[in-house]
């Protein structure tokens, strides 16, 4: 079903390049593994960084202070010190309130620590450059194992702004091996000298310094230059993916226009959970159109209130998509952080991106996205089962909420348009 995405490239092996095209490339030989929640990511995460015997390289938004960021933490200073180049970089932003902690922890240590765009002024906030936050999630152990998903280094039981949680928040990862780990490496090469070129307030290269980065540059173009020759080093497997990655360069809207692509392709189903769901007007229009031309298309929300003004403002969507038979589920059980879809049983995609302005404006974000109908039945499965644990919102009980509740859904959505327009991209949403 390659006509689902038909502007998409198809290759045999990922040419090697320092910047991505515009449309990522459908790539085969993958071999998958899904990972639902915490419980299931760190045991095989930590697992596979006790395995590693050359390099990891570790990006991820929030690195929190809690018992499992410390194994995580621990895993990685221990795979340092046995020889093994480990290079972690952190969000300014999103771990903020841990950083010195965090900074403590590695100090000392082999492990090469960085924080992309630091927060150290209050000015900095003036700056659209420094709302481009880093918000992907992605590890690659000895340039042959990834993961990559929605999952942060944060405990599935404790929420940073609620407390102790009763049960696991809802979140998805993948772990795969095959060419778009080249590909993922590749990307967080180009983000690593990046972060290094702009941390001018707390980095001041050396001549000794200079001398090891040209190093590392030289032995990361061997690295890429070899992979476009190397035989192929796993088995023949049928999974094909891509890899859709969000900058502020040429990939702006590349994860956006994965989704409206499937999306218009598709037949008899959608099944979209996101976390954070406040889609633009050509997203919202997009959906609507799939509804009312046959297909079954299926929210999952977040059902707990997790951040009032975004929650409220997604709610003053729910008339438009409703009237237009999209059927919404709220998640009840825990707090969902999942950003996850499944169109038609054979497309599907695990990632970082939110389906809201953040995501799809200004963050760094990474998706994966399959055409494999196993794969994405397992993904629905969990998906189901989630809908087992939310709450429907049919038309006429969203009909029955008073003006007031209404007038504070359309001011929610109005302060957060507005937190758009400042931005300078209110433009393109």
């Given at each position: 079903m390659t006509?689902?995405?038909?502007?998409?490239?198809?290759?045999d092996w990922p040419v090697p390049r320092w910047y991505q095209a515009r449309q990522p490339q459908w790539i085969g030989d993958h071999q998958l593994s899904l990972l639902e929640n915490g419980a299931e990511y760190f045991m095989a995460l930590q697992q596979a960084i006790a395995q590693a015997r050359e390099d990891i390289w570790f990006e991820t938004y929030i690195f929190h202070d809690d018992l499992i960021s410390r194994q995580v933490a621990e895993a990685l200073i221990a795979a340092s010190q046995r020889g093994v180049a480990v290079q972690l970089l952190i969000d300014g932003f999103g771990s903020a309130e841990v950083l010195v902690r965090l900074q403590q922890w590695f100090a000392g240590t082999p492990v090469e620590f960085r924080v992309f765009q630091p927060l150290t002024?209050?000015?900095h906030w003036l700056t659209r450059n420094k709302?481009?936050?880093?918000?992907?999630?992605?590890?690659?152990?000895?340039?042959?194992?990834?993961?990559?998903?929605?999952?942060?280094?944060?405990?599935?039981?404790h929420d940073p702004n609620h407390g102790p949680l009763e049960f696991p928040r809802l979140d998805f990862a993948v772990l795969l091996q095959g060419p778009l780990v080249q590909r993922m490496l590749q990307t967080m090469h180009q983000l690593w000298w990046r972060s290094q070129r702009q941390d001018r307030e707390s980095i001041e290269l050396g001549?000794?310094?200079?001398?090891?980065?040209?190093?590392k540059i030289y032995q990361t173009f061997r690295q890429l230059t070899a992979a476009r020759s190397a035989p192929e080093k796993i088995s023949r497997a049928p999974v094909r993916a891509a890899l859709a990655l969000r900058d502020n360069l040429r990939q702006r809207r590349t994860i956006e226009k994965?989704?409206?692509?499937?999306?218009?392709?598709a037949r008899y189903e959608i099944i979209l959970a996101n976390a954070y769901f406040f889609p633009g007007a050509r997203f919202r229009r997009a959906l609507c159109h799939a509804a009312q031309r046959g297909v079954k298309v299926s929210l999952l929300l977040q059902g707990r209130v997790e951040y009032p003004l975004q929650h409220y403002a997604t709610q003053a969507m729910y008339d438009e998509m409703l009237n237009a038979g999209i059927r919404i589920f709220e998640y009840?059980?825990?707090?969902?952080?999942a950003k996850v879809g499944v169109i038609d049983d054979h497309w599907s995609t695990v990632g970082s991106s939110n389906i809201d302005p953040f995501s799809l404006l200004l963050a760094y974000e990474a998706n994966l996205v399959i055409l494999d109908s196993d794969f994405s039945r397992q993904l629905k499965t969990c998906l189901q089962q989630a809908i087992q644990d939310s709450r429907e919102l049919t038309p006429s009980?969203?009909?029955?909420?008073?003006?007031?509740?209404?007038?504070?859904?359309?001011?929610?959505?109005?302060?957060?348009?507005?937190?758009?327009?400042l931005s300078g991209e209110a433009r393109r949403y």
């Amino acid at each position: 079903m390659t006509s689902i995405l038909p502007e998409m490239e198809s290759v045999d092996w990922p040419v090697p390049r320092w910047y991505q095209a515009r449309q990522p490339q459908w790539i085969g030989d993958h071999q998958l593994s899904l990972l639902e929640n915490g419980a299931e990511y760190f045991m095989a995460l930590q697992q596979a960084i006790a395995q590693a015997r050359e390099d990891i390289w570790f990006e991820t938004y929030i690195f929190h202070d809690d018992l499992i960021s410390r194994q995580v933490a621990e895993a990685l200073i221990a795979a340092s010190q046995r020889g093994v180049a480990v290079q972690l970089l952190i969000d300014g932003f999103g771990s903020a309130e841990v950083l010195v902690r965090l900074q403590q922890w590695f100090a000392g240590t082999p492990v090469e620590f960085r924080v992309f765009q630091p927060l150290t002024h209050w000015r900095h906030w003036l700056t659209r450059n420094k709302l481009r936050r880093l918000h992907r999630k992605m590890v690659v152990i000895d340039q042959r194992l990834g993961f990559i998903g929605g999952i942060n280094i944060l405990d599935d039981y404790h929420d940073p702004n609620h407390g102790p949680l009763e049960f696991p928040r809802l979140d998805f990862a993948v772990l795969l091996q095959g060419p778009l780990v080249q590909r993922m490496l590749q990307t967080m090469h180009q983000l690593w000298w990046r972060s290094q070129r702009q941390d001018r307030e707390s980095i001041e290269l050396g001549a000794t310094e200079v001398a090891r980065s040209l190093q590392k540059i030289y032995q990361t173009f061997r690295q890429l230059t070899a992979a476009r020759s190397a035989p192929e080093k796993i088995s023949r497997a049928p999974v094909r993916a891509a890899l859709a990655l969000r900058d502020n360069l040429r990939q702006r809207r590349t994860i956006e226009k994965s989704y409206l692509q499937a999306i218009a392709h598709a037949r008899y189903e959608i099944i979209l959970a996101n976390a954070y769901f406040f889609p633009g007007a050509r997203f919202r229009r997009a959906l609507c159109h799939a509804a009312q031309r046959g297909v079954k298309v299926s929210l999952l929300l977040q059902g707990r209130v997790e951040y009032p003004l975004q929650h409220y403002a997604t709610q003053a969507m729910y008339d438009e998509m409703l009237n237009a038979g999209i059927r919404i589920f709220e998640y009840q059980r825990s707090f969902l952080h999942a950003k996850v879809g499944v169109i038609d049983d054979h497309w599907s995609t695990v990632g970082s991106s939110n389906i809201d302005p953040f995501s799809l404006l200004l963050a760094y974000e990474a998706n994966l996205v399959i055409l494999d109908s196993d794969f994405s039945r397992q993904l629905k499965t969990c998906l189901q089962q989630a809908i087992q644990d939310s709450r429907e919102l049919t038309p006429s009980e969203h009909a029955q909420h008073s003006r007031m509740i209404r007038l504070f859904n359309r001011l929610a959505m109005l302060l957060l348009r507005f937190g758009v327009s400042l931005s300078g991209e209110a433009r393109r949403y």
